[in-house]
């Protein structure tokens, strides 16, 4: 079966790379993510464009908008782009700049880390973002959930948010990162409800193989099946690893069991193709 992971890191991050070297033992660089693909058989991984400067590390106030993949100069070429936003930087030149970056073919939606940075999904500093992404058709992805920093904000990672955004916006697609977890329940009701809210299963778990294998394991995961089932919403689910946080082969197995096999095709594959039509080029190709 081929594979669309819908959510990567491929950043110069500090915390990466130090979740690659303790926990998850991945070869975090260009080689290891090469290789790592091939042999999990995922055609194409949407990265999910970050950086940060070395006074403050993510997340970063002072990074630039746009944010891209910065960890090699180069990147492989079955890897493409979510524009990353820092509310930070969002004057008129920024989005000058970002309107310039998301209409390179590499660069399929746009990303927004609610939670790290402190405002919500509907605050006006990211109007100019929804505008830009019904332009250009593309989807933005919100970071929801728990944060991978102290530093960040769970109130604004809180996926009830994203109710008011995506009524407002019913001509753009938005894709919750990680589900909302834990907050799963509300997550699956936000994707029932709206028909342009999509949501990955990246980052569920982070760790190697044994770390994934053990979750299926006692209750831990009963409110994201929980969720699962309520939602009855498969064909809006995306499959995501969040890589490095963990392994891509072990991955594809924990997500697998998760999810009926009627529906495999679906978050595996053909969901990526509806949520980011940009990626269709890229995949002609193989």
């Keep these: 079966m081929k594979i669309i992971d819908a959510h990567i890191h491929y950043s110069n991050i500090g915390s990466f790379k130090e979740t690659a070297r303790d926990l998850s033992f991945v070869d975090y660089s260009y080689n290891g993510l090469k290789e790592e693909m091939r042999k999990a058989d995922i055609v194409l991984a949407i990265g999910m464009g970050v950086t940060e400067t070395p006074e403050m590390g993510f997340p970063d106030y002072k990074a630039q908008t746009p944010m891209g993949l910065d960890l090699d100069l180069l990147v492989p070429d079955n890897v493409v782009c979510c524009a990353g936003i820092n509310p930070y930087d969002m004057d008129l030149s920024a989005q000058e700049r970002l309107e310039q970056e998301i209409q390179?073919?590499?660069?399929?939606?746009?990303?927004?880390?609610?939670?790290?940075?402190?405002?919500?999904?509907?605050?006006?500093?990211?109007?100019?973002?929804?505008?830009?992404?019904?332009?250009?058709q593309l989807p933005v992805v919100f970071h929801t959930g728990d944060t991978y920093s102290e530093r960040g904000y769970l109130k604004y990672s809180h996926p009830l948010a994203i109710d008011e955004v995506a009524v407002k916006h019913r001509n753009v697609n938005f894709m919750m990162a990680h589900f909302g977890d834990p907050w799963t329940l509300t997550g699956a009701e936000i994707i029932y409800k709206n028909s342009n809210v999509y949501a990955d299963l990246s980052g569920l778990i982070v760790g190697t193989k044994k770390e994934l294998e053990e979750a299926h394991e006692g209750i831990f995961l009963d409110h994201l099946r929980h969720a699962l089932v309520f939602a009855q919403s498969y064909d809006k689910l995306l499959f995501g690893t969040d890589w490095p946080l963990a392994p891509f082969e072990p991955y594809i197995e924990f997500i697998k069991k998760l999810i009926p096999e009627t529906y495999h095709e679906d978050v595996f594959y053909r969901t990526a193709l509806k949520v980011f039509p940009k990626i269709k080029p890229f995949l002609s190709k193989k």
Excluded: Q, T
């Design 104 to 136: 390179k073919p590499h660069v399929v939606g746009i990303k927004i880390y609610l939670g790290y940075y402190p405002f919500y999904a509907y605050d006006e500093v990211y109007e100019p973002v929804y505008r830009l992404a019904e332009k250009y």
